[in-house]
């Protein structure tokens, strides 16, 4: 909160989005006075096409929050260098927060699948070797029984 000329710095946090179309958010929070400037860079260069800026809404403490929204290709973001850069009056220099180039979400979903698929194996060959044995049992159960029985007659 700004009192006396006091001003407030933001915090921010870039997350990303994958679903339905990939994006890069950059929020900051926490701020004073109300005015922000959120904006994107990719390898330095400043990114003004595919970027949504979201407007400044207040905290219940007094303070300001804003986001903005970059939506970018994940195979950008794997060759590519993203920054979000947040200025700020009470801030001394810009903050520059970079994306992260993890690989995403498309390696966990793999995994997943093929943990899947492993699992749906597994068990359809359970059952096809539990129904297999208890078949051949019935078929020995019988022959057991057969021989065992006897024949009553009148003689």
Not at 15 to 37: D, L, N, R, W, Y
Not at 99 to 111: A, E, F, H, T
């Amino acid at each position: 909160m700004e009192v006396g000329g006091k001003r407030d710095p933001p915090t921010a946090s870039v997350i990303q989005k994958h679903s339905p179309s990939p994006e890069v958010v950059c929020h900051a929070t926490g701020f004073f006075p109300k005015e922000v400037m959120i904006s994107w860079r990719k390898d330095g260069e400043d990114v003004n096409e595919d970027v949504e800026l979201r407007e400044t809404l207040p905290n219940q403490d007094g303070s300001f929050q804003k986001r903005s929204i970059l939506k970018v290709p994940a195979e950008d973001l794997q060759k590519h260098t993203y920054t979000c850069v947040i200025q700020h009056s009470s801030l001394k220099e810009e903050l520059v927060l970079e994306v992260p180039k993890g690989g995403g979400l498309m390696p966990i979903i793999v995994g997943v699948l093929v943990a899947l698929v492993v699992l749906v194996a597994v068990v359809a060959g359970i059952m096809v070797w539990k129904k297999k044995n208890s078949g051949e049992r019935r078929k020995e159960a019988d022959v057991k029984f057969s021989e065992n029985r006897f024949t009553l007659s009148n003689s």
